[in-house]
């Protein structure tokens, strides 16, 4: 990014690289939250189509209006 700055070198050098250290680290929270938000795929259950398309198959719910009874 700012290489060939003199300013930035010497920061780097008296601070540590911390962009950099904080690319590494936002990287690395992404690659775990993938495999936590798809913990079927991380352990290599294919999701079936049935499960998947069904109607409230997931956490997802239907709202109901005031007075209406689930049915």
Do not use: C, K, N
Request: net charge neutral.
């Amino acid at each position: 990014m700012f290489h060939d700055s003199p300013i930035y070198d010497r920061l780097i050098a008296e601070r540590g690289d911390v962009p950099g250290q904080v690319r590494r680290e936002a990287e690395r929270v992404s690659r775990e939250l993938e495999i936590v938000l798809r913990p079927t795929q991380a352990l290599g259950y294919p999701e079936t189509a049935s499960r998947a398309s069904s109607p409230g198959a997931g956490w997802q719910r239907t709202a109901l209006m005031p007075g209406q009874l689930p049915g």
